[in-house]
């Protein structure tokens, strides 16, 4: 495991660059930044909550005690949730929701960049597939992703690690569709690799008992190692002083004591709730700002089989289904990503245990106004509204339901169960939106506020359009090319 320094508080009162938060953004962004910044820059990074290592995590798992439980705030008291029955989740601590995420890491498709060119639907990304394409392959080396040689995407080289393997209702899906049904591109080691254990398809995820999944604690990406970084746990970053163009100074409180400090440049990587919170507590009139706040709509399909055990597989989200995804109906309805869910899931029924397959349909949205982020008396806790997603997403739900049967008519169907939409697909988007001009965004391609124009907006809240793709290899992708860029 890297060593993690830090001080307790700020050894001075400017830097080079202040980075808010520790998780993929925040990351990746100081990853590419340290690589070009001289050695006299100065890096401070303030982090709301502490280091939780992956052991003591475990150890709260196996009922054991351990110091550093209850350390960092529960995610569910650090926001106002106007619609108990939507919810959002998050990890707060270092390295942030790399510490509870699956690991599925999927490229999104070129045609989830131009939405509004191809189908007449949503915006265009400033940023195209092509211009990301080095950035998706750098984050996918560091990752150390297991995929497939064939992909629906263009990739330039092969994954760092081989696919996983398939079950036998992937077996007979990829014999039918090809490249549109793919082993999954996941961040779950296929083999054990650089400090990681192989993935054994446990299905418990959240805390990987065997530390199979990327974190950013795992990562030995060195960043919070480099000696021009000083790492400030336990500060939460309230606001911003935000003059003219320029963003001045950072204020956070930490241990109770309100501070401050100055620096050239700042990157919030603190995630969509609190980032568009913070913008917003320091003043930003961008009209988008808080606005758009959504993510995927995602359900549960079961599928039923007739004398077919569906076994095998080597690792949890097994297979990735494009079969729903592009095309000319992306003018009508959302497109839908398929996921072959490999948990353990038993029919009940003697003789047929294993004779079942679970997919999870997982649609994407376009950012609503009416879905946002707002500001309450307490400059930490955001309020946060959310109304539903959007007909266009529900009339993909609608439209799968009619196209699915025929889809998987090369497997031995004996039923079909939808089941109801999830509260949440755990992805956290829009809230300060990508865009060309600040006349219809928040963030330009790289990532800059477009007044603020030393201030970086990290993270899924720059997404333009919500692609059924999982976010996090995109946002991390989107850091790197940002800092890049830009310095
Ligand atoms: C259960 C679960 C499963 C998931 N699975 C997947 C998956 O398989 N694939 C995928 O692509 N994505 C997945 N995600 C989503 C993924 O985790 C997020 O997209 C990703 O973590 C976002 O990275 P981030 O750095 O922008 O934000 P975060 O990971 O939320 O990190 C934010 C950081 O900022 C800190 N912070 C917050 N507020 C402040 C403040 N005011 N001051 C200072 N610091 C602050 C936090 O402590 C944290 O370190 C999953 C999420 C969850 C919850
Ligand atoms: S499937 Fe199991 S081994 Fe693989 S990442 Fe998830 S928890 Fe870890």
């Given at each position: 495991m890297q060593r993690i320094f830090h001080t307790s508080q700020p050894m001075q009162t400017h830097y080079t660059l202040i980075v808010a938060g520790t998780g993929f953004a925040s990351t990746f962004f100081l990853k590419k930044y340290l690589s070009k910044a001289p050695a006299s820059a100065r890096v401070l990074v303030l982090e709301r909550g502490h280091l939780y290592p992956h052991a003591e995590r475990l150890k709260e798992l196996r009922g054991e005690k351990t110091a550093y439980a209850g350390l960092n705030p529960l995610p569910d008291d650090t926001f106002i949730n106007h619609n108990p029955k939507k919810e959002w989740k998050f990890t707060t601590g270092f390295g942030g929701s790399s510490n509870c995420w699956y690991g599925c890491t999927p490229r999104f498709l070129p045609a989830d960049f131009k939405l509004k060119t191809l189908y007449g639907v949503g915006s265009d990304w400033p940023i195209q597939y092509d211009e990301l394409d080095p950035y998706y392959e750098q984050v996918e080396q560091i990752m150390d992703i297991s995929g497939p040689a064939n992909t629906p995407y263009l990739r330039k080289k092969p994954y760092p690690l081989g696919p996983h393997a398939f079950t036998e209702v992937d077996r007979?899906?990829?014999a039918k569709y090809g490249n549109l049904y793919i082993s999954q591109p996941t961040a779950r080691a296929r083999q054990a690799v650089n400090?990681?254990?192989g993935c054994c398809a446990s299905a418990v995820c959240y805390t990987c008992p065997v530390n199979a999944k990327f974190t950013i604690e795992n990562s030995n990406m060195g960043?919070?190692?480099?000696?021009?970084?000083?790492?400030?746990y336990g500060a939460a970053v309230s606001h911003l002083d935000l003059q003219g163009s320029v963003a001045r100074a950072v204020h956070f409180t930490q241990g109770g004591k309100a501070r401050q400090v100055s620096a050239d440049a700042m990157a919030l990587g603190t995630n969509a709730l609190f980032n568009a919170n913070l913008l917003l507590n320091s003043g930003d009139t961008n009209a988008f700002t808080g606005k758009g706040l959504g993510e995927q709509l995602g359900m549960h399909v079961l599928v039923y089989l007739k004398n077919l055990a569906n076994v095998g597989g080597s690792t949890w989200v097994n297979a990735n289904g494009y079969m729903l995804y592009e095309g000319e109906h992306r003018r009508q309805h959302a497109a839908c990503l398929m996921e072959a869910?490999?948990?353990?899931?038993?029919?009940?029924?003697?003789g047929k245990w294993r004779d079942i397959a679970t997919f999870r349909m997982i649609f994407e949205d376009l950012p609503q106004d009416r879905n946002f982020v707002a500001t309450t008396s307490d400059p930490m806790v955001p309020a946060v509204h959310f109304d539903g997603p959007s007909d266009y997403a529900l009339r993909g739900v609608a439209s799968m339901k009619k196209t699915l049967p025929g889809i998987l008519s090369c497997l031995p169907v004996e039923k079909i169960?939808?089941?109801?939409?999830?509260?949440?697909?755990?992805?956290?988007?829009?809230?300060t939106r990508m865009s060309a001009s600040a006349s219809d965004g928040v963030v330009d391609k790289h990532l800059i506020h477009h007044q603020y124009?030393?201030?970086?907006?990290?993270?899924?809240?720059?997404?333009?359009?919500?692609?059924?793709n999982n976010p996090t290899l995109t946002l991390s992708a989107l850091s790197l090319h940002a800092a890049d860029k830009s310095f």
């Amino acid at each position: 495991m890297q060593r993690i320094f830090h001080t307790s508080q700020p050894m001075q009162t400017h830097y080079t660059l202040i980075v808010a938060g520790t998780g993929f953004a925040s990351t990746f962004f100081l990853k590419k930044y340290l690589s070009k910044a001289p050695a006299s820059a100065r890096v401070l990074v303030l982090e709301r909550g502490h280091l939780y290592p992956h052991a003591e995590r475990l150890k709260e798992l196996r009922g054991e005690k351990t110091a550093y439980a209850g350390l960092n705030p529960l995610p569910d008291d650090t926001f106002i949730n106007h619609n108990p029955k939507k919810e959002w989740k998050f990890t707060t601590g270092f390295g942030g929701s790399s510490n509870c995420w699956y690991g599925c890491t999927p490229r999104f498709l070129p045609a989830d960049f131009k939405l509004k060119t191809l189908y007449g639907v949503g915006s265009d990304w400033p940023i195209q597939y092509d211009e990301l394409d080095p950035y998706y392959e750098q984050v996918e080396q560091i990752m150390d992703i297991s995929g497939p040689a064939n992909t629906p995407y263009l990739r330039k080289k092969p994954y760092p690690l081989g696919p996983h393997a398939f079950t036998e209702v992937d077996r007979l899906l990829q014999a039918k569709y090809g490249n549109l049904y793919i082993s999954q591109p996941t961040a779950r080691a296929r083999q054990a690799v650089n400090g990681r254990a192989g993935c054994c398809a446990s299905a418990v995820c959240y805390t990987c008992p065997v530390n199979a999944k990327f974190t950013i604690e795992n990562s030995n990406m060195g960043v919070y190692d480099d000696p021009r970084v000083e790492l400030v746990y336990g500060a939460a970053v309230s606001h911003l002083d935000l003059q003219g163009s320029v963003a001045r100074a950072v204020h956070f409180t930490q241990g109770g004591k309100a501070r401050q400090v100055s620096a050239d440049a700042m990157a919030l990587g603190t995630n969509a709730l609190f980032n568009a919170n913070l913008l917003l507590n320091s003043g930003d009139t961008n009209a988008f700002t808080g606005k758009g706040l959504g993510e995927q709509l995602g359900m549960h399909v079961l599928v039923y089989l007739k004398n077919l055990a569906n076994v095998g597989g080597s690792t949890w989200v097994n297979a990735n289904g494009y079969m729903l995804y592009e095309g000319e109906h992306r003018r009508q309805h959302a497109a839908c990503l398929m996921e072959a869910n490999n948990a353990p899931y038993l029919r009940v029924e003697r003789g047929k245990w294993r004779d079942i397959a679970t997919f999870r349909m997982i649609f994407e949205d376009l950012p609503q106004d009416r879905n946002f982020v707002a500001t309450t008396s307490d400059p930490m806790v955001p309020a946060v509204h959310f109304d539903g997603p959007s007909d266009y997403a529900l009339r993909g739900v609608a439209s799968m339901k009619k196209t699915l049967p025929g889809i998987l008519s090369c497997l031995p169907v004996e039923k079909i169960e939808f089941q109801e939409p999830f509260p949440t697909e755990a992805h956290i988007l829009g809230t300060t939106r990508m865009s060309a001009s600040a006349s219809d965004g928040v963030v330009d391609k790289h990532l800059i506020h477009h007044q603020y124009r030393n201030l970086f907006v990290l993270g899924s809240g720059a997404f333009t359009t919500y692609s059924p793709n999982n976010p996090t290899l995109t946002l991390s992708a989107l850091s790197l090319h940002a800092a890049d860029k830009s310095f």
